[in-house]
T-cell receptor
Framework: DQQVKQNSPSLSVQEGRISILNCDYT??????FLWYKKYPAEGPTFLIS?????DKNEDGRFTVFLNKSAKHLSLHIVPSQPGDSAVYFC????????????FGPGTRLSVLP | DAGVTQSPTHLIKTRGQHVTLRCSPI?????VSWYQQVLGQGPQFIFQ???????GRGNFPDRFSARQFPNYSSELNVNALLLGDSALYLC????????????FGQGTRLTVV
């Protein structure tokens, strides 16, 4: 029973265009959401997070949108760069549950030059 | 500043053997969590330790155990290894027990043959 879903295993985008990665969750107790990026042979690197009291958080080229009613969040990368090519994981947690992050299966983003 | 460091980076074990994985958190971080990442899936939560006490446990058998030392470093132990334990084991640290992004190490790649 996947509580965090990333239904697109892969995504290809042209350099300079927008990349949109999607994530859906089922557990209404989740109130904190994060995106991580992972390169081969490295651990996941934190990108951006959002609390359930917000619907948008922006950090440079990265913006995360949260739609609580739809239990859906998305990560927008604008403009996309070849160095953004990696696997992106969506993760969720309930603050009262400590650091138990539930991760989605990941989406492999390829940014083509 | 040193990030989260894990050792060893790779190891190969035989079914039925025991393994110990080690993790040093970022200086000043008191919470350490362990995750297992099987190929093609997102990381799955195993344990969280904060101030040397277990704060959370994922859905893993009792063959998995962990502890945290006074200097906040941590060990993950797995007994009676199975082929299915082959995975990337990730350690993550945060300053406190919850509600913040976690910083991951590069992982230990365990292969059970």
């Amino acid at each position: 029973d996947q509580q965090v879903k990333q239904n697109s295993p892969s995504l290809s985008v042209q350099e300079g265009r927008i990349s949109i990665l999607n994530c859906d969750y089922t557990n209404s107790m989740f109130d904190y959401f994060l995106w991580y990026k992972k390169y081969p042979a490295e651990g996941p690197t934190f990108l951006i997070s959002i609390s359930s009291i917000k619907d948008k958080n922006e950090d440079g080229r990265f913006t995360v949108f949260l739609n609580k009613s739809a239990k859906h969040l998305s990560l927008h990368i604008v403009p996309s760069q070849p160095g953004d090519s990696a696997v992106y994981f969506c993760a969720a947690s309930a603050r009262n549950y400590g650091q138990n992050f539930v991760f989605g299966p990941g989406t492999r983003l390829s940014v083509l030059p | 500043d040193a990030g989260v460091t894990q050792s060893p980076t790779h190891l190969i074990k035989t079914r039925g053997q025991h393994v110990t994985l080690r993790c040093s958190p970022i200086s000043g971080h008191k919470s350490v969590s362990w995750y297992q990442q099987v190929l093609g899936q997102g990381p799955q939560f195993i344990f969280q330790y904060y101030e040397k006490e277990e704060r959370g446990r994922g859905n893993f058998p009792d063959r998995f155990s962990a502890r945290q030392f006074p200097n906040y470093s941590s060990e993950l132990n797995v007994n009676a290894l199975l082929l299915g334990d082959s995975a990337l084991y990730l350690c993550a640290s945060t300053p406190h027990s919850g509600g913040a992004e976690a910083f991951f190490g590069q992982g230990t790649r365990l292969t059970v043959v």
